[in-house]
Each structure stands twice: as C-alpha cells, then as structure tokens.
C-alpha cells in the first residue's frame, strides 16, 4: 500500500507548512491528503488508506481529542499511528491526549528534524 498521510487543521497556512515541511523531507507530493477538522476527516478515513494521521487539537466541529477518541473506539482505526500537532503545550493536555489514543504528540511551531523523528517513531511503532 502507498503511503498517505492525512493533514487535519482547520488553518490552511499551517496545513501548508505541514505539507511544505514534509516536502522539504522528501515526502511524494502525491502522498497528502487535508481535512479543515475532525469530521471532514473521520469521512475521509472513512473511504480511504490512510497510513499516518497528522492532527491538530483545536478545530471546529469534531476536535482532534474528539476525533481520536472516536478513533480509538473503532477496531479498524486501533493500530492507526496519530500525531497530534498542536499549539496546546501543556503537560495535562498531552497526558490527556496520549490517554485518548495518539501516537505521539508534537508542540506547534514544528520543525524538520522533530516532525520527521516523530513520523519515523510513529511509523516505526515506537510510542511517546
């Protein structure tokens, strides 16, 4: 199966930056896919193969705690690696989040060399 990540951020800009950071990583084009927030996602995962979700917490509609919450409750969504990125930074917020089901978890402004450890770790099976 190829590989497809799914960009969730109700900001197009920081979708953008997504996208671009993983370009500069030398991630295909061709592998992206972008929802604006948790329920244009959900029925996106819905239909498609996605290998890897990058998804931010605050967004209208369904939020991203929200989303992986009801993720994490269907079987075929179990072993799905989620990243949350988002500019919630707090210590309880990530516990929160790892308990609901990500990944892993990386604070906003990203950068190359951490987005990129974190897709590996996350690809990889390696936890926060």
């Known amino acids: 199966m190829p590989m497809r ?4 951020d109700d900001s197009r800009i920081m979708r953008n930056i997504v996208k671009n950071t993983l ?6 084009a061709d592998v992206f896919t972008e929802a604006a927030d948790g329920e244009e996602a ?5 239909k498609s193969e996605i290998s890897l979700l990058l998804l931010d917490w605050n967004m209208p509609n369904l939020n991203g705690l929200e989303l992986v919450k009801r993720l994490r409750s269907l079987e075929k969504f179990q072993n799905l690696p989620i990243i949350m990125v988002t500019s919630e ?3 309880y917020n990530i516990i929160e989040a790892v308990k609901a089901g990500v990944t892993d978890y990386l604070v906003k402004p990203v950068n190359e060399k951490s987005l990129q450890e974190k897709i590996r770790n996350a690809l990889e099976g390696t936890n926060v």
């Open 42 to 46: 959900f029925s996106i995962l819905e």
């Open 5 to 8: 990540i799914l960009i969730v």
């Open 89 to 91: 930074a707090a210590k």
């Open 23 to 28: 370009l500069s990583l030398k991630y295909p």
